[in-house]
């Protein structure tokens, strides 16, 4: 165990899930058709000896068995963690014209009802991902139809969701803010700080010459401000990760001049975020920021639980994974990380 490995009293660690891209693909089949059902995900491959298991194919989006045999396996490993943070893209891999509003709504309604059913008094930080609007990564700094439903899942789906404050702030441009405090006298409090870094993502053709889309730089500067008044940690949590993709040369998620800023505030407020948690890659990866030569962050990113074989050149389809930390409850700081995958070979 990791707190005897590194001297940890074992009442000071505790534990949370990470879980990310689930890309459900409500299409799959194991019967198909032509050559099998050309409404799913793969169906611009020409193998006709493709195998579709119960648990999906590296070549397809998540079946609903595998999305709730991940929940389920999260349930088994560690059915009492302090919470969950739930990465977004929900959504699967297909053209514009086989997707709508209400059915990218009902799936985040479908996976947000599977959480709710294994965790039901457990607190989530949930956030939303590219694959979470329609027309996919179009992410609008304002109200809309996606942001006021997705407020409305994730509120009144338990009072371990998001409090009516978050909520209202949510529905206006798809972000929130808010303190959980851990159990034990020493425990500090982590403000939680859900972002909508869709916002930064070059696919998102509406936020690209904004300074600040949404106010949410502005805005999470000074939730830094106020966490640090207030003795709490914070905790960053988004889709889209900022910095350069590790395994494809010179790539960046986010439009340059959103990469920088968002660089910047994670730099300035180093000394109160004690976590910084994302996903988009599929990969188990990190990112690690420096200043001036020295360790200022490190940034953790989730793999998928969708096994599909992304179009990026060079880097390949997935296992499906799930990842649960230990953190220090008088520190916010992750101590530990144990990662768990299905092997579909």
Known sequence: RSEER?????????????????????????????????????????????????????????????????????????????????????????????LNTQKVLRIISDVTNALLRYFPTTKFFPVLGNHDYYPTGAMPPEPNTIYEEVGNFWSNSSSHWLGSKETALFKKYGYYSSVYTPSGSKAQPIRMLGLNTVY???????????????????????????????GE????????????????????????????????????????????????????????????GDLASVLFLAPAVTPWNTSLPGVGPNNPGIRLYDYDTETGEVIDIRQYWLNLT
């Not at 299409?27 to 298991?53: A, E, W």
């Open 6 to 98: 590194l001297g940890f009293a074992r009442a000071e660690l505790r534990s949370f899930w990470q879980v990310t891209d689930f890309h459900l693909d409500l299409n799959y089949t194991q019967i198909g058709g032509d050559p099998f059902d050309r409404k799913m995900c793969h169906k611009t491959v020409s193998d006709s000896n493709l195998t579709l298991g119960t648990f999906g194919n590296y070549h397809c989006d998540a079946p609903w068995a595998l999305v709730e045999h991940a929940i389920a396996g999260m349930a088994k490993i560690d059915p009492n963690p302090d919470f969950i943070i739930w990465t977004g893209d929900d959504g699967p891999h297909v053209p514009a014209s086989e």
């Open 200 to 230: 930064y993502y070059t696919q998102d053709k509406l936020t690209g010459n904004i300074s600040d889309p949404g106010g949410q730089l502005e805005w999470a500067e000074s939730e830094c401000t106020s966490a640090r008044k207030n």
């Open 233 to 292: 940690k914070v905790f960053v949590i988004g889709h889209v990760p900022p910095g350069v993709f590790e395994r494809l040369r010179n790539y960046s998620w986010f439009y340059p001049q959103f990469n920088s800023k968002f660089i910047d505030f994670l730099k300035r407020n180093a000394d109160v975020i004690s976590g910084r948690f994302f996903a988009h890659e599929h990969s188990d990866t990190f990112r690690v920021i420096q200043e001036a």
